[in-house]
């Protein structure tokens, strides 16, 4: 098959970017004898327009089916290359990019010789990889104009008139009996400076919502199943014990199911005592004006929030100081003092809080390992703090004490997670795609998040983000299709053994099993990521682009030559790069022994593609991902990291040294982090 494949190589001097440290002439000549070259050139800057126009001509002028481009990085360009390649008539698959600015020249700039002998490796590797390219192509699935909206708070019903008023069809699903979730039980709003009574924001937009002809409302109902993915959803609702209940069809699912507070069992006298309530027990209170006989209230901030367990619930501080203010609304005579750890108050906040403490409420500051104590005795009650500002204990007489609690995700947690396969935290709050990427999308496509279903949030937050969940479904409802690049992964069928391991860890769920439990890819949902090919017991999963045989190419082409000086290192396309790249933009120098092979995912990386580098005489190998928390394939890198634990294991039994398995996890922005891994490496493997 190989010699049907012509590859043009195309170097790039960047100006003097490159070519002030590579030697890029002899870089050229070098390519012209490497293996299915039929054309090598040198660009004085290949982005630019007529560089591009040239190396169309190139490509259609000698027949070349297969290109390398040698230049900057592939997080800003490749795009760029891509569609210069398509415009020449080739697939734009079978374009491999090589990092040799910010992988060498910005990075080696006192070893020039060095510099040149690594961009040669760099762009033999290149070559080796661009023989196997494979064709790809964009896969597109069909997308309707119905959502539905599972939760019908404030979050929920904004998400819905939203959608609605772009002329798609919004289905809302409410478990209660009545729209409103958690607003229903509240007393007043803080906005622009003035309490609004919450149930005059609830009966206004209930009315927009029950009045729009683009909006169902299911009330008093649950979801039976969700079946399907983006476009080719197929929901049921349980029905009312006489069979089985309504069904529809819906493109894009927004999941706005609230939260609930968090009862502090056992703490602070809670449940033994009656005056000792949490803020939304206060606010009923304050709904039905009562507060008839009390004299002093005491309200204790922080309760199972912002501890070794969980961080600030963002909102009890402004939730306690609003109600503080209700109450000597109600009557300026009573006593209310907040007790806090520190108070998290944004400008319009700060405003109320000013004019607390004009209003004679006293806050009392307490440690943060010294929480009070509440104390009720021959009926009695009572809070004893210390106060830091004094710097002694005191105890204040009390008529009701109020916890502000943390909170946690609503009932229906568990099941919505079954029902659409995504993932929530210990709280119970679902888990965004990315908190920086994908802050309201769930990793499937078509299903977004919003409101107090992702964590605390005020009512304008919630407001907002119902919108902006909206606007994310919106998209591909709009568009009447989804898009998926081409890296996909594909699977031979005739090798598998069924054993479903990739179909439970997709963190896509974009494998499915068919009626004889045999995995099937969803194209258009699969990111390509790798983590179900490198899991792979029987070897039977490939990536587009990313093929075991393309990267074991790239490391027998990198150790061909003075394997035992060279560091193979696997480097995720994401965060990883973005740390490589950092430190050439920062012209930080380290040392050039490694060899760097990108993947879409450090999850991509198998521990077959490991011991292969150590086979071939690899001094070490590099496996380098995104910093945890955080991985753009939601769970690659944890993945990654169970991973090379087995491979250490392997190696070992092996005969190879486990501890010249490294791994590095880093942030886009972390160039420095990189670079101080690549010279503890090369000190710790002796290769000075």
Known sequence: MTEDVRVGVFVCDCGSN????????????????????????????????????????????????????ASCTPRTHEPLFKATVKGAGL???????????????????????????????????GVAKAILLEEGEEIRLPVGRECMIIGGGMAGMNAALNIADQGFNAIIVEKEPVLGGLLNRISTISHDREQIPASEIVKKRVELVEAHPNIKVYTGAEIESV??????????????????????????????????????????????????????????????????GIKNVVVINCVNSKNETRGCCSIGCPVSVKNALAIKEINSDINVHILYRDLSMIRQEGEALEKAKAAGIRFVRFPDDRYPDVMSDNGELGVRVYDVLIGRDFTMPSDLVVLTTGFMGDDTVDQIKGHLKVSSNADGFFQERHVKLGPLDFPADGISLCGCAKSPKTFKESCEEGIGAAMRVSIPMNKGFIEAEGIVADINLADCNACGLCYKRCPYNAIELDADKNPRVIKALCKGCGLCAADCPKECITIVHYSDEQILAQVEAALEENPAKKIIAFVCHWCALGGVDMAGVSRLQYPANARLIRVMCSARVSIRMVEHAFKLGAAGVLVAGCEFPTCHYITGNYAAETRLKRAKKKLARDGYDPEKLWNVWCSAADGPKFAKTMRDMVKALELE
């Open 18 to 69: 490159i070519a002030g440290v590579v030697n890029v002439p002899e870089v050229v000549e070098y390519s012209r004898g490497l293996k299915n070259v039929v054309f090598a050139d040198e660009g004085k800057w290949s982005c630019s327009v007529d560089a591009l126009s040239a190396m169309q001509e190139s490509i259609k002028e000698h027949e070349i089916n297969r290109v390398v481009i």
């Open 227 to 292: 079946k399907g993915y983006i476009g080719n959803y197929r929901v049921a609702l349980k029905g009312n014990g006489n069979g089985s209940g309504p069904a529809f069809e819906v493109s894009t699912v927004i999941v706005a199911t609230g939260m609930k507070e968090m009862e502090p069992a056992g703490q602070f006298e809670y449940g033994k005592d009656p005056r000792v309530i949490t803020q939304l027990q206060l606010e009923d209170k304050l709904k039905n004006n009562d507060l008839g």
């Open 91 to 125: 697939n734009p698959y079978l374009l491999e990019f090589v990092s040799i600015r910010e992988q060498v020249s910005w990075v080696h700039m006192n070893e020039p010789e060095v510099a040149t002998e690594k961009a040669k490796d760099l762009v033999k590797m």
